[in-house]
């Protein structure tokens, strides 16, 4: 059985033990991923004091929402948004759409949003360890498009930028790819980004200690 309030209690305990050894003034967010979890489960972890979910499908967003009315979550979209589930995740209001990965879809945001007359806070995926099975903008063209679309698609709110971590076992490489990330973002700072969203549950710490302020985890709050 699944102790979600002594795994919700770890979790928050490695987050500030990472984050007090680099930065006491930084506050580090905690999304928590439901992507596996049932409504109940969900449920469970709120209960315990967690408040920010995320989900990597609009359908499953959706339906867990819709499910959870009642509770004052706040819902996170964090995977591959289609632009034919774009108008389902517009109905739902998340409260940030993490992954902005290409042009095409911030183009497809906007008539969506104007049309609607919404907005919606927004991270730039960027894909630092240039994988080619990851979405996002490649580190070099970054800061460009984050200024493109800021200036051109009024209706999308960029707040900061998100990246995963290098798929690999080695720790050096992994690092490398959050340190380019954080060069990134440092250089957005002046226009206001606030989020750098990157770390999951198999390297977090490692994500804190290079800079990142919102934590996405799953594996380790729901076991």
């Known amino acids: 059985m699944m ?64 499910l959870l009315e009642s509770l004052p979550l706040e819902w996170h979209f964090i995977g591959t948004l289609q632009s034919n589930k774009i ?54 063209v970054a800061i460009e498009k984050y200024h493109q679309i800021s200036q051109n698609f009024p209706n999308i709110k960029l707040c900061g930028i998100m990246s995963i971590g290098a798929h690999t076992q080695d720790t050096k490489i992994i690092q490398k790819s959050f340190e380019t990330t954080y060069k990134i973002y ?13 770390g999951m549950s198999g390297d977090f710490e490692l994500a804190i200690k290079c800079g990142s302020n919102c934590v996405r985890l799953g594996t380790i709050l729901f076991r």
């Open 3 to 66: 102790d979600f309030n002594t795994n919700l209690l770890d979790a928050i305990e490695r987050i500030e033990k990472a984050r007090i050894a680099v930065d006491r003034h930084r506050i580090v967010r905690l999304i928590a991923v439901s992507k596996y979890s049932t409504t109940e489960q969900i449920q469970a972890l709120y209960q315990c004091g967690q408040r920010a979910f995320g989900e990597n499908k609009v359908q499953d967003l959706n339906q867990k929402s819709q």
């Open 87 to 140: 108008n389902m995740l517009l109905k739902i209001k998340p409260f940030m759409l993490h992954s902005l990965h290409s042009l095409s879809l911030a183009e497809e945001l906007q008539k969506r949003l104007s049309k609607e007359n919404k907005t919606l806070r927004t991270l730039l995926q960027i894909n630092s360890a240039k994988e080619n099975n990851k979405s996002g903008f490649m580190p070099e």
């Open 186 to 198: 440092e250089k957005l700072l002046p226009i206001g980004a606030q989020t750098l969203s990157m």
